[in-house]
Nanobody
Framework: VQLQASGGGLVQAGGSLRLSCAAS????????MGWFRQAPGKEREFVAA????????YYTDSVKGRFTISRDNAKNTVYLQMNSLKPEDTAVYFC?????????????????????WGQGTLVTVSS
């Protein structure tokens, strides 16, 4: 599976961005999909995930109510809608999957559960 993230950019605090993650090489409709981010000097951290069916979503506490993960299986693409952005959201955002069909291992927030990563897209939020 190859993942291509896009949609990052510079935005003022309070603004919005929508990130996209286009997959190729395999259909993602059966896979968990996640978004992670890495700020300068910090470790890569979990942001959001959606299970294979799309019926369950998971968010880190700091983005709950502001970010929404979604998927369009027809386009083989996952999105991260980010609203009410804050300077502390500044980071490189990565999409990821483990490409395990119908996986429900539960540790959606763990980097170790993901085997395929996109190249990252930079989000900069100015104050």
């Amino acid at each position: 599976v190859q993942l291509q993230a896009s949609g990052g950019g510079l935005v003022q605090a309070g603004g919005s961005l929508r990130l996209s993650c286009a997959a190729s090489g395999s259909t993602i409709s059966k896979y968990v999909m996640g978004w992670f981010r890495q700020a300068p000097g910090k470790e890569r951290e979990f942001v959001a995930a959606m299970n294979w069916s799309g019926l369950s979503t998971y968010y880190t506490d700091s983005v709950k109510g502001r970010f929404t993960i979604s998927r369009d299986n027809a386009k083989n693409t996952v999105y991260l809608q980010m609203n009410s952005l804050k300077p502390e959201d500044t980071a490189v955002y990565f999409c990821a999957t483990n490409a395990r069909a119908y996986w429900s291992g539960g540790y959606y927030y763990s980097r170790d559960e993901y085997d395929y990563w996109g190249q990252g897209t930079l989000v900069t939020v100015s104050s």
